[in-house]
């Protein structure tokens, strides 16, 4: 008679330990998928509105009406707060620079330290969960061939009393413990791509947002506007120029 085998029976014939490695990388597994649900969402607004954000910024006529557009389009959060700082930092240095501790301190340096100190908040939001699926893809093989090994000693352990050992006694309870190496590489492999997938989106709203932080900090310290797209240079004449 045909021995039934599969999960089911895997987990009936398992142990304790066994049972802990399987919930142990099934709640990995829920919060990878959570954590990656949450980023690409995240990403994905973020590429659908800073755009829109920085143009409506760049596009006021006023820096609080500016202030006002940044922090309407951004859903973020991450731009607005960089604007909003900036600027509370150049108007409290323009209303307090003669007294204080911050008395002798420039524009330019009162400014900067303000929205780098932004920035880093900023780059903490952005950064958020990446430990923890670089954590879930790095250490879940391992616990899944943790549960594996312990199921095949389980099982050999089963089978100690038994007077005859055949083929299909073994190649069963070890069939089923290899399930939880395969579980340990499916809860791995999302974790890792997600991971690398989103260190790249995470350089690129980075770029994004030094980029603004710096035309940010030139506007609020020598009043100058660029604006997108302006051509202080033209290059294709630059370049009939030289080939001429």
């Given amino acids: 008679m045909q021995r039934d085998m599969g999960l089911a029976h895997f987990w009936a014939q398992g142990d304790l330990i066994t049972h802990s490695v399987a919930i142990l990388l099934l709640l990995l597994s829920v919060a990878s998928w959570y954590v990656m649900a949450g980023k690409a969402y995240g990403m994905w607004l973020s590429r659908r509105c800073?755009?829109?954000?920085?143009?409506?910024?760049?596009?006021?006529?006023?820096?609080?009406?500016?202030?006002?557009?940044?922090?309407?389009?951004?859903k973020t959060g991450i731009l607005a707060s960089l604007a909003i700082a900036g600027a509370n930092a150049a108007e409290l240095h323009r209303r307090h620079a003669d007294r204080g501790i911050g008395a002798g301190v420039s524009a330019s340096e009162f400014v900067t330290r303000s929205i780098r100190s932004q920035i880093v908040e900023a780059q903490a939001k952005i950064e958020s969960g990446l430990t923890f699926l670089a954590s879930v893809g790095s250490t879940a093989p391992f616990i899944g061939l943790f549960g594996t090994v312990w199921g095949?000693?389980?099982?050999?352990?089963?089978?100690?009393?038994?007077?005859?050992?055949?083929?299909?006694?073994?190649?069963?309870?070890v069939g089923e413990a290899l399930i939880m190496t395969a579980a340990g590489l499916f809860?791995?492999?999302?974790?890792?791509?997600?991971?690398?997938a989103f260190t790249r989106g995470n350089r690129l709203a980075m770029a994004r947002l030094d980029g603004f932080a710096h035309d940010l900090h030139a506007y609020l310290t020598t009043g100058l506007r660029g604006q997108p797209g302006d051509k202080l240079i033209d290059l294709d004449a630059v370049r009939a120029n030289r080939n001429a």
Avoid: C, M
């Avoid at 800073?50 to 500016?66: D, E, I, N, V, Y």
């Avoid at 809860?187 to 690398?196: F, H, R």
């Fill in 187 to 196: 809860v791995a492999i999302p974790a890792v791509l997600a991971y690398n």
């Fill in 152 to 173: 095949i000693y389980h099982a050999l352990v089963g089978l100690s009393g038994a007077t005859q050992v055949v083929l299909d006694k073994v190649a069963g309870p």
């Fill in 50 to 74: 800073h755009g829109r954000a920085l143009a409506a910024f760049w596009g006021a006529p006023t820096l609080p009406s500016a202030i006002e557009a940044i922090n309407t389009e951004d």
